[in-house]
């Protein structure tokens, strides 16, 4: 189980990573956008489109990482206050009877989209330029296949903490920035 939570952990890092970077093309894109648009008058026709995929691809893309980190939104005014094994009995019931049938309804309908859109190299219709968006749709299949490899990872790390009564968590990559600055401070609130 170990070697598997491992395994996930390590590839939903190198995707979410990996797509993370679009924001910096989105942002570029966005203002080439805003230069061409206010000071030369000349708006392209693809940018809202474009800007649109980056996004939605690299907000599914890093959903696996997300959960690996324990980064989802979770209303634990409750569930804080649990024992951890009270918590992983909780998530293991909760994993089996709506995430794994959500994340393959995902996977299954993205496929349906997917090869449906691949089958007529599909366009948007929202903009003139006429972006092809089928590849997009295969990031819902891809999302998905992440997000329940990372699902399984999420079970085994139940099921070892119902056994051994403390949770294993994954390598801390990334830190909030008020921790940093907590750091930095040397953890000294200031006052005005």
Same mark, same amino acid.
Request: aromatic fraction near 16%; proline fraction near 3%; hydrophobic fraction near 50%.
């Given at each position: 189980?170990?070697?598997?939570?491992?395994?996930?952990?390590?590839?939903?890092?190198?995707?979410? @990573?990996?797509?993370?970077?679009?924001?910096?093309?989105?942002?570029?894109?966005?203002?080439?956008?805003?230069?061409?648009?206010?000071?030369?008058?000349?708006?392209?026709?693809?940018?809202?489109?474009?800007?649109?995929?980056?996004?939605?691809?690299?907000?599914?893309?890093?959903?696996?990482?997300?959960?690996?980190?324990?980064?989802?939104?979770?209303?634990?005014?409750?569930?804080?206050?649990? @024992?951890?094994?009270?918590?992983?009995?909780?998530?293991?019931?909760?994993?089996?009877?709506?995430?794994?049938?959500?994340?393959?309804?995902?996977?299954? /309908?993205?496929?349906?989209?997917? /090869?449906?859109?691949?089958?007529?190299?599909?366009?948007?219709?929202?903009?003139?330029?006429?972006?092809?968006?089928?590849?997009? @749709?295969?990031?819902?299949?891809?999302?998905?296949?992440?997000?329940?490899?990372?699902?399984?990872?999420?079970?085994?790390?139940?099921?070892?903490?119902?056994?051994?009564?403390?949770?294993?968590?994954?390598?801390?990559?990334?830190?909030?920035?008020?921790?940093?600055?907590?750091?930095?401070?040397?953890?000294?609130? /200031?006052?005005?």
């Amino acid at each position: 189980m170990l070697g598997f939570i491992t395994f996930a952990d390590k590839l939903s890092a190198a995707f979410g @990573k990996a797509f993370a970077w679009l924001i910096v093309l989105m942002t570029f894109g966005v203002s080439y956008e805003v230069l061409v648009r206010y000071v030369f008058n000349a708006p392209t026709p693809w940018s809202l489109d474009v800007s649109f995929i980056m996004y939605g691809t690299m907000f599914m893309m890093g959903g696996a990482y997300t959960l690996s980190r324990n980064g989802h939104v979770r209303g634990d005014f409750l569930y804080r206050l649990w @024992k951890a094994r009270t918590q992983a009995k909780v998530d293991l019931v909760l994993y089996i009877l709506f995430f794994f049938p959500g994340v393959t309804a995902l996977i299954l /309908s993205g496929w349906k989209y997917s /090869s449906r859109s691949w089958g007529y190299t599909e366009v948007s219709v929202n903009s003139p330029a006429g972006i092809p968006i089928f590849q997009f @749709k295969t990031v819902i299949v891809a999302a998905g296949l992440l997000l329940f490899i990372q699902g399984i990872a999420q079970v085994f790390r139940c099921i070892l903490c119902i056994r051994e009564g403390y949770w294993r968590t994954a390598a801390e990559d990334v830190q909030e920035t008020e921790v940093l600055l907590m750091n930095k401070t040397g953890g000294e609130i /200031s006052g005005n």
